[in-house]
């Protein structure tokens, strides 16, 4: 064959590109569509631009990676797929398949290791290979034979092209990447190194090996954060660079494009009712008209002239530049039912980020942006931010003027720290959404598309991506004025499309109004305090983690009598398995012995090495994800960490944290507890924690009405121990501690769906017995079996289950005729109310606590929330009645048929109280 071009494709990256940048469609039915649709579209427009001869597309397998052995947080802070998309993944590959396309999911290799061992063996074959992908870890590949192409943006790079985008060449990528980390992929990088930081080392030393060996001299804090970084780059460097030599089952020659399956389409495209696709299929036709222009680079900077989006014929949007304008504008204000407001800032660190102008509504339509701090080269007619501040402060501080924005949270951050304290608000439309729909997205762009039919401008349009990525206060006014009144116009539109819904069913109307809405500046007021961090402590510990760590090396090195790769798979299996003959428990997809955790733990109850090998990666993780990384997010000025609540984010209503996550801290290990002591209260002060105890079992109780349950709880009795008594016949007094933990993974893993075989793995027991101790179980408590049934069969009835609150779940796979997919959405039924229950319980609690402690005199401010713990900081002289004002506000915030208990400490810091 003459044509020697080979295309790969990363289809995991065309699949999300496609899920996040086009509408959600679906079939009449309510079958999520939009992805399948996309991919469709977008490989079309590849085949018809490119006629390849050869042709991969790549997805990522389910099995964990090298990389995940070698750094156990690998890819950990990604959020899981949506639904609606993970729907769409099955037909998708019948897809793929249909249209004669060679489809890779190899097990235990990523996708990007197998497009770089594909683009090596095709360059050293004489192929032109192309590489379809915006995923800038594939720019190390680029070369003579190898380049990339971005479909979104019809961009193909070469190695000048590399370049031109990233500040260096293709050979320096890995360097670079290095440097920088990776967040999506949750890569630790050098704190503070961003693209321009790291492509001027590589210009300047060359090469990361330079930029090490030259550390000294790079001054200022950055500096020595590079020099505090040499053993976190070494990993990161492992974690980067791709695997060019993968063992693949495939090889080019094996991966020619077949002819599509025409019937097969025809019957998929009538399911899925994409109407044009059919009808081009019918005729015989490409479904694209797109012609690529192969030899365009990256393009120049766009100017200001090709910045400037639409400005559909209902919006007028103005700049306000004039004090005599703003004042007239405040004038209207008074006379508004409803002012909606969004800042415009340049970062999203709310602790940090600077003011750059705020945009307000009061009919839809209509969009006001006060510039104040943009900073162009010509800086543009702007009004004086203290003028603005001192004009604004009476209308914002207002409690009778309602305020609405879009995460309104962050708002209130910025003004605060310009001192104004936002009062009156009264809706935020990322909320209403939440409590409209949790499995859904709620930021505005998709809010806008969903409800107004109203595509929005995304920043990046008007900043650019990447590295060349401008901060607001670096956009042209005239392109700033329409992105920022148009948030404004957008949120207050939002409003009224998203309140009737929410205000419609009553108990979702009082979710909205009595928890979520209040919770909002409670939330922003612990933020805006945070937590006060032992910073030499955490940084002795890290010292002390890093020389455990090298003792642990040592003693591997001396086990396996030699020195190897910790962090490698394959050199870990020829030693353990090779050399020393260890029995081999498990094997990968490739026939290779396994040494994943699971491996390792069971051979750690006979052999040493193991062991250590398990030890050493739980200490590189806390040293990574802890002891250095929660130094790095300490505030300078305050001393404290500031992590930001998520309101919008879980679908049960429980609030996580980020930036940093400090709910996944351990708790039952030495190291969790020293971490856990850097957290502390300030000099005078003491840290109260409150903890609700058994809350879920106690809404089991409260569910199911179980009547030998309820007496348990209203006795007090030790309900592990209770449990125990019941399912193995054995006095109370007479349960042994092994009993009671037989009892408690019972009492656990029954909420959480565990079936037989879960429960035998966890207590080491054979299935049936296993399966026993299930039917003892509901035999003693036959109640909570039926509320499970009863909660399975509401679910499939209704489609969604509720809390006692009146949260919703939705449950789209309640009737799947997916086995998988119908259990895990049974599951769900079941436990979804008890723990959004217990989500609402505490949250209904914070908001008592902050409103019994401002009525109060005590010295005390509430910090943190973790699971269904509160922490508090107060005064010492305060602290026994702050402690019992805690305990009571939380007891009885609401009654059901068991009581509430919560376990209060005091202590100096977060272990002590733990």
């Known amino acids: 064959m003459s044509n020697k071009t080979f295309l790969i494709i990363d289809g995991s990256n065309f699949l999300f590109r496609a899920y996040h940048a086009l509408p959600p469609l679906t079939t009449k039915s309510g079958r999520p569509t939009g992805a399948i649709r996309g991919v469709i579209t977008m490989f079309q427009k590849l085949l018809d631009s490119f006629d390849p001869a050869y042709v991969a597309v790549t997805f990522d397998a389910k099995s964990k990676s090298f990389r995940s052995d070698i750094y156990a947080d690998y890819k950990a802070h990604r959020p899981p797929m949506p639904d609606d998309l993970r729907e769409q993944i099955a037909p998708l590959m019948d897809v793929v398949d249909l249209l004669g396309l060679p489809r890779l999911i190899i097990d235990g290799i990523e996708a990007d290791d197998v497009i770089a061992t594909l683009a090596i063996e095709g360059k050293?074959?004489?192929?032109?290979?192309?590489?379809?992908?915006?995923?800038?870890?594939?720019?190390?590949?680029?070369?003579?034979?190898?380049?990339?192409y971005d479909g979104m943006k019809n961009v193909m790079l070469d190695r000048e092209g590399v370049f031109e985008k990233h500040g260096v060449y293709p050979e320096s990528i890995r360097d670079y990447l290095t440097l920088m980390g990776d967040k999506a992929d949750n890569i630790p990088g050098v704190e503070g190194v961003g693209p321009k930081t790291a492509a001027k080392w590589i210009t300047e030393y060359q090469t990361l090996e330079g930029i090490l060996a030259n550390a000294e001299q790079i001054k200022g804090k950055v500096g020595e954060r590079l020099r505090n970084s040499f053993e976190q780059i070494a990993l990161s460097k492992k974690l980067t660079t791709l695997v060019m030599d993968a063992e693949l089952p495939y090889k080019v020659e094996d991966l020619e494009l077949r002819d599509a399956n025409v019937e097969g389409l025809r019957e998929l495209y009538t399911e899925f009712e994409f109407h044009s696709l059919l009808k081009q299929l019918v005729a015989g036709k490409s479904d694209s008209t797109f012609k690529p222009m192969l030899n365009t680079m990256v393009s120049a900077p766009r100017t200001a002239e090709w910045l400037m989006p639409r400005k559909p014929d209902f919006q007028d949007y103005r700049a306000i530049t004039t004090l005599k304008d703003l004042d007239a504008y405040i004038a209207r204000i008074s006379d508004a039912h409803r002012l909606s407001i969004d800042t415009e800032t340049d970062g999203l660190d709310f602790m940090q980020a600077k003011l750059v102008g705020i945009s307000l509504s009061i009919a839809t339509g209509e969009g006001v942006y006060i510039p104040v701090q943009h900073d162009l080269l010509v800086a543009p007619e702007q009004l004086a931010l203290q003028d603005v501040i001192t004009r604004l402060k009476p209308i914002l501080e207002n409690s009778d003027i309602a305020k609405v924005g879009q995460n309104l949270k962050f708002d209130w951050h910025i003004l605060q720290r310009y001192g104004i304290t936002l009062n009156g608000i009264a809706d935020d439309t990322m909320l209403a959404s939440y409590v409209w729909d949790a499995t859904e997205k709620h930021n505005m762009d998709d809010l806008a598309l969903k409800y107004l039919d109203h595509t929005t401008t995304p920043f990046e349009e008007i900043a650019g991506k990447g590295r060349a990525q401008k901060t607001f206060n670096e956009i042209p006014l005239e392109v700033a004025t329409h992105y920022a009144a148009e948030d404004a116009d957008i949120t207050l539109r939002l409003w009224q499309a998203l309140k009737p819904r929410v205000d419609s069913i009553p108990t979702l109307k009082s979710l909205y109004e009595t928890i979520e809405m209040p919770l909002l500046t409670v939330l922003a007021k612990m933020e805006h305090d945070g937590i006060l961090v032992n910073v030499p402590h955490l940084e002795a510990f890290s010292a002390e983690l890093a020389e455990r760590l090298t003792k642990l090396e040592n003693e591997v090195y001396h086990l396996a009598g030699e020195e190897f790769n910790l962090s490698s798979p394959k050199q870990l299996g020829e030693i353990l398995f090779g050399k020393l003959g260890l029995p081999v428990i498990k094997k990968t997809a490739k026939g290779q012995p396994s040494t994943n955790e699971e491996v390792l733990q069971e051979l750690a109850l006979d052999f040493p090495l193991p062991k250590h090998i398990i030890e050493y990666r739980e200490l590189s993780k806390l040293k990574s994800t802890y002891t250095d990384a929660l130094v790095a997010e300490v505030d300078a000025t305050t001393q404290r960490i500031h992590t930001s609540f998520n309101q919008a984010l879980t679908s049960t209503g429980r609030l996580s944290s980020s930036k940093p996550n400090l709910q996944n801290i351990p708790v039952r290990t030495e190291e969790g507890r020293k971490i856990r002591q850097a957290f502390i209260a300030k000099d005078g002060y003491k840290m109260i924690s409150a903890d609700y105890s058994q809350i879920e079992l106690r809404l089991m109780a409260h569910f199911s009405g179980d009547e030998t349950l309820i007496a348990a709880f209203k006795n007090d009795l030790d309900i592990h121990r209770a449990t125990?008594?019941?399912?193995?016949?054995?006095?109370?007094?007479?349960?042994?501690?092994?009993?009671?933990?037989?009892?408690?993974?019972?009492?656990?893993?029954?909420?959480?769906?565990?079936?037989?075989?879960?429960?035998?793995?966890?207590?080491?027991?054979?299935?049936?017995?296993?399966?026993?101790?299930?039917?003892?179980?509901f035999s003693r408590y036959p109640s909570i079996l039926q509320f499970m049934e009863d909660a399975k069969e509401k679910a499939r009835q209704l489609g969604y289950v509720e809390t006692l609150l009146g949260r919703r779940l939705p449950l789209p796979d309640i009737n799947s005729t997916n086995h998988m997919m119908k259990s895990g959405a049974e599951r769900v039924a079941v436990n979804a109310p008890l723990q959004g229950t217990a989500a609402d319980i505490i949250k209904l609690a914070m908001i008592e606590v902050d409103k019994q402690l401002a009525a109060s005199s005590l010295d005390a401010k509430m910090l943190l929330q973790v699971h269904d713990e509160l922490i508090l900081e107060v005064v010492e002289k305060d602290a026994e009645a702050a402690a019992q004002l805690l305990k009571n506000a939380m007891e009885k915030i609401i009654e059901l048929k068991v009581p509430l208990k919560v376990e209060v400490a005091i202590g100096d810091n977060w272990d002590e109280v733990h």
């Open 124 to 148: 050293s074959k004489g192929y032109s290979v192309i590489i379809a992908s915006s995923d800038k870890d594939l720019a190390q590949l680029v070369d003579d034979q190898i380049k990339m």
């Open 724 to 777: 125990a008594s019941e399912v193995f016949h054995t006095p109370l007094e007479e349960v042994s501690g092994d009993l009671r933990r037989s009892a408690k993974a019972i009492n656990f893993g029954l909420i959480y769906g565990m079936g037989a075989f879960g429960l035998a793995k966890q207590l080491g027991i054979a299935r049936a017995q296993a399966q026993d101790y299930i039917q003892r179980y």
